[in-house]
């Protein structure tokens, strides 16, 4: 960047050049009214010529610039997993390589999380497969329409339907029982309760009409029920319904045991397999395809909802479901990614952690600056630009251990867009420098970029030099006189024009006029052109 004090001074380095090279040569070009009229003029001060040899010598031309070293590598050290950490094995200033550990996040805290929402994606999981209708594996990527139609869960009889084409509907929809089989709970005495086991054939008798109906126990529960005056223990029994039982039927259950048949008193407690069909959706209903009483199997669609409000929850719900498995997967990962390493061979900048402070994933810990090598970014205005190239050379003034030192680098890098401010546009221009011990990211440094040199050239000074119809002149001292002269001009820098042609060796050339002390104004310096 470039220097500026104060808003005075950045606007004159930023037009610096401009004066020099056009300013002063237009201001110089009036000179020869200006001048002659102050040599001839009756007045009572006098002004004489104040002149400058044209020398032979050589000619550097350069472009100075400002600004601040910033390494060449910088990384951030990230934590690739949320967490506390356990241990912080840096300190700002220390060296360090690439790969190497510089903290630990404790696997605890993330362990949980991840038990936690595993939980919660087998839940949801659960209720998609409800919802939508399709095995575990397919309700990530199912498409969201195949929720408007709600199926039946298991094969049976359709009872307690509440939904109609053109309603809304939410909620339970229906019931479908499968009574092929019936289930029989009893309460028994410690005395009987011992004789029973699982697997034991049952007969039931029904009170309704003659007849008996084979079953079998599948629960004999020996966890103890408090009753009144004793405790009761739970079995279990399933029978086969031969299609005129039902929820309710009383009866005699026989369960025949080894030790002697036990008897009691029993009233059918449930059919084999009941399933409530409901949707968590809600939205008008498109069709109803089943009606009460009906026989369905497992899969048969029960009813379809119109696209709308139906299909968006159903998208919402599939997007949560993909959001928990982004979540666990990325948890998971965290799990590897519990060292946090250096990304490079540096030096640790910063330190922003300590050891037992909780820490998100991409949190960072440091900035890990490798500065063997490191770069000068400048801004150079648009009138130098098209002097400077990729693999110029360049010295860079600096202060060291020993005051200023000079530095050699090369351009590495010329801007392609420019920034316009106070009227002219700036390009950045980057010099690489190697670093020889002392260097530093963010020291301030001045630059001199070389853009050519010549050997025995003519050399006017520029203050002489002024322009007029697009052609160079200057005055040369002729006497007491001064006469223009036209020039041709090649390379010139801020003190000197490299003359073609023109001028001659040794030739004086007028710079700037002077008050006479012995015509009185105590003979002070007026710069050529006033």
Known sequence: MWERGDSMKGFWDKWRKLIIISVIILVIAGAGYWGIKALTTGGKTKLVMVTKPVIRGEL???????????????????????????????????????????????????????????????????????????????????????ALVVRSPISGRITGLTARAG???????????????????????????DKVE???????????FDGMDLGVVTVADPTPIAGEATYYYEVWVELENPGLLKVGDTGALVIHAPGGDVQQKAEITAYGLEETVSSSLSGRVKAVYVKEGAIVKAGDPILEFEAGEALFGAMEKQAEFRALLL?????????????????????????????????????????????????????????????IQEGQTAQMEVWGPEGRHIVEGVVSQVGVSGNRQDGLSSF??????????????????????????????????????????????????????????????????????????GLEEGQEVVVAMSKDPEEGGGGGMIPYGY
């Open 60 to 146: 550097e031309v350069t472009v100075r610039g400002w600004g601040n070293l910033v390494a060449s590598e910088e990384q951030d050290a990230i934590s690739g997993a949320a967490g506390v950490l356990k241990e912080v094995f840096f300190e700002p200033g220390d060296y360090v390589s690439a790969g190497q550990v510089l903290a630990i996040v404790d696997a605890g805290s993330l362990e949980m999380e991840i038990k936690k929402l595993e939980f919660q994606v087998e839940q949801k999981r659960i209720e998609l497969v409800r919802e939508f209708g399709v095995s575990p594996d397919q309700v990530a990527d199912v498409d969201p329409e195949a």
């Open 167 to 193: 309603s809304n509907s939410s909620g339970t929809i229906c019931r479908v029982v499968d009574n092929s089989t019936l289930k029989i709970q009893l309460l028994l005495p410690k005395p009987l309760f």
């Open 198 to 208: 699982v697997g034991q054939k049952t007969t039931f008798m029904p009170d309704r």
């Open 327 to 387: 979540d666990l997967e990325d948890k998971k990962s965290q799990l590897g990614n519990l060292e946090i390493v250096s990304p490079i061979d540096g030096v640790a900048m910063t330190k922003t952690v300590n050891k037992g402070q909780a820490i998100a994933k991409g949190n960072v810990l440091t900035r890990v600056s490798n500065y063997n090598e490191l770069d000068l970014q400048l801004q150079i205005d648009e009138i130098d630009l098209p002097k």
């Open 428 to 501: 950045g221009v980057t010099i690489r420098v190697v670093n020889p011990g002392f260097l530093r990211p963010y020291m301030h440094a001045t630059a001199y970029i070389f853009v050519s040199k010549k050997d025995d050239v003519l050399l006017c000074p520029v203050e002489a030099l002024y322009k007029e119809d697009d052609k160079w002149f200057a005055d040369i001292k002729d006497g007491d006189s001064r006469k223009p002269v036209e020039l041709e001009v090649g390379a010139m820098n801020d003190m000197y024009a490299e003359i073609l042609s």
